[in-house]
């Protein structure tokens, strides 16, 4: 049983969008492209280090899929190139047949819950979603996410795409781990931890 792990970056507001470069995601007018890379530190580096240093699989969404192979296939080894491209990659897309250049690629056909349900069930190493909100919120809406790793940069954008929007299923998570770099950034990981709570505080 494989485990499905998000990877993802946000800012205190919960924005993900466009964490690396200036010109990764333009979409909706978003104009602070490249939040990230001013807060990176030697901290940051060994975590994503971590999380990144065995042997993985990614399953992505298209237009997530599209911005990573517009770079990666090219990119030197020493920025963690040999990783991504070694993966493979499992797209959701709602084309029947995609143009998918980057190697070790396939598509995710039929109803995209299921297919990564029965990645899941394969033998393999960790399944990571990186980006891909659209695609998260579905898998989180399935009960599929097993961990979330998140970087949260002490940012706030205001506007942009957030890993939660309205309407996303309620659930709770529990802390496994936390660390904050230097510069302020605290790296966590989190696990699903059944239904919200209610209640009060008592007086």
Aim: glycine share 14%.
């Amino acid at each position: 049983m494989r485990e499905l792990v998000v990877v993802g970056s946000i800012s205190l507001d919960g924005v993900m969008q466009a964490p690396g470069t200036p010109d990764e995601d333009g979409s909706g007018g978003f104009e602070h492209g490249g939040w990230l890379p001013p807060l990176w530190d030697d901290d940051l580096a060994a975590y994503l280090g971590e999380t990144m240093g065995k042997p993985f699989d990614l399953v992505l969404g298209r237009r997530t899929y599209d911005i990573l192979a517009a770079y990666w296939p090219s990119a030197p080894a020493e920025a963690g190139a040999g990783p991504l491209n070694e993966a493979t990659k499992y797209v959701a897309s709602r084309s029947a047949a995609p143009d998918l250049p980057w190697q070790h690629s396939q598509l995710l056909g039929g109803d995209v819950a299921e297919a990564v349900a029965a990645l899941k069930r394969d033998d393999g190493p960790e399944l990571q979603v990186h980006g891909s909100g659209d695609l998260i919120r579905t898998l989180w809406g399935a009960g599929l996410i097993d961990r979330f790793r998140l970087v949260i940069a002490p940012i706030v954008l205001g506007r942009g795409k957030r890993l939660f929007d309205a309407g996303s299923p309620a659930g709770a998570l529990r802390l496994v781990s936390s660390r904050t770099t230097g510069k302020g950034v605290t790296m966590a990981t989190y696990e699903p931890a059944g239904p919200v709570a209610s209640g009060s505080f008592a007086g």
